[in-house]
């Protein structure tokens, strides 16, 4: 790769060797931007392992959810893209498998395999 390579570049390029490309980001605009159900669910998932041990909250884990989506709409589209895809990436078969040797997409996990996985990877970089 030459000097010019961004690292936004390297990440999809690297995401791309498991998961299809999301879209077409030229063609995205801020009203289309959100997430899809299953990268919402993916999300959900994750917050709710990355907030085990937080204080409780009158929050509900959607309402974090349309929080993090209404922070991450400003974004430039490749930016938004490139979250999306990391989404896509944690919660799909090949990074579970890699993590905890099952298989099964994020969101199907037990609560407890849920954050085995999400240790497995936190510990893998």
Known sequence: MNARTSDDTIVARAFALCIPPPYDVTMTTRASAHFSHAERATLAALAQCILNDAPPSDETIEALVARCEARIAPLPPHRRALVAQAIRVLG??????????????????????????????????
């Not at 799909?92 to 890699?98: E, L």
């Open 92 to 125: 799909s078969r090949v990074a579970t498998f890699i993590a905890i040797k099952r298989a099964t997409p994020f969101v199907q996990l037990s609560p407890d395999a849920q954050t085995r996985c999400f240790h497995a990877h936190a510990m893998s970089s």
